[in-house]
């Protein structure tokens, strides 16, 4: 049986998710603890996903970083706080990818965690890293775009209800889906998106804008508008 | 797949889970919402590590493992009721092998039991606020 989505429903959710971390993140105690959790739980859940994803053990993954295979248990457990940074730079070495700290806006931090998928956790190696290649030119490549609140009420709008071969899209509530390079071209041709290109641009005045990508997991757009202060496309890294 | 996690709503309208997580400390609450959200991204959910299914007549039931201030939080919840969705139903903790309180996967069936019948009246979504 196919599961029928239920755009409605879908959007009471993902209409107030947002606004209630916002919301929580008004509390310093909780907002302190948002970050540190998305610290913890963020790097725990990675280093488990992708040396899954490689198909090693914990010993392997030991082996690689030069630690202890308790140790390894130990920084997977998303319960677990106290990895140092040091350690994570060994981890990254071992699992031959790029670290990123940085001191972002709340902002970031929420919608990211508003849309955390497995391409997050599962992060390529530098040799698989196909956001390494060229940069994309004329042809549209896989593209994911997240939209908030107001902007998925209008995708839940113009989307069909029922998967097209040739799109290939998910959706996390109301929070997000993932286009494939037709529903792309699809959005720039007004096919089969044109209910939603022309929404967007009644709304915004603006055409929707979505930036080619080279791999589902390197980049994603995020379209942050809303009604009051107007659409601005950002690009962010994940 | 992406998943959505609903809360149970009492027969009063009320969201249990919200109000069992707003009795909590604050750190607590954020470590069980931030799981939350991570879990909804994974593919699959079978890792035994973040949640197990439960056995014999519970066995429509999974727990999801989180531990803080060295107890063993284990919210009770089932896949359903529509594709992709998970309901919390009941918060439980793990104390020596043993649900508490005494009677949680019970209850957390009887619950079930009842959001199958009304769901748009038993469930809302996760409120993380």
Known sequence: ?238 | MPWNFLDYVDPGGQNAIKLWLDSLPTKVKARINTRLQHLAGLDVLSDTRYTEKLSGKYSNLIEIKIEANNVQYRPLAFYGPERWQITILFPAEERSDRFEPPGACDTALRRRIEVQAEPEKRTCAHDYS
Not at chain 1, 51 to 75: D, F, N, P, T, V
Not at chain 1, 87 to 104: H, N, P, Q
């Open chain 1, 1 to 238: 049986m196919k599961y029928k989505r239920n755009p409605k429903r879908e959007h009471a959710h993902m209409t107030t998710a947002r606004e209630q971390i916002v919301s929580s993140l008004g509390d310093k105690e909780y907002r302190d603890a948002f970050v540190s959790e998305h610290i913890s739980q963020g790097t725990a859940f990675q280093i488990r996903t992708t040396r899954k994803e490689r198909g090693w053990s914990q010993a392997e993954l030991a082996r690689r970083a030069e630690m202890k295979q308790a140790r390894i248990s130990e920084l997977e457990n998303p319960d677990y706080e106290c990895a140092t940074l040091s350690t994570l730079k060994r981890l990254a070495s071992a699992l031959d990818v790029a670290l990123s700290v940085r001191f972002v806006p709340f902002s970031k931090l929420v919608d990211y965690s508003l849309g955390i998928s497995q391409t997050d956790l599962a992060v390529p190696n530098f040799d698989n890293d196909a956001g390494l290649e060229a940069a994309p030119s004329a042809t549209w490549n896989n593209v994911q775009v997240v939209f908030n609140d107001y902007l998925s009420d209008l995708a839940h709008t113009a989307l069909p209800s029922e998967a097209h071969p040739d799109v290939r899209y998910t959706t996390r509530g109301d929070l997000s889906f993932t286009t494939s390079p037709t529903v792309i071209a699809g959005m720039a041709s007004k096919q089969p998106l044109e209910s939603f290109a022309d929404l967007w641009t009644k709304e915004f005045g603006t055409k929707p804008n979505v930036v080619p990508m080279t791999s589902w997991t390197t980049k994603r757009t995020v379209l942050t508008s809303d009604p009051l202060s107007g659409g601005i496309p950002e690009e962010v890294a994940s």
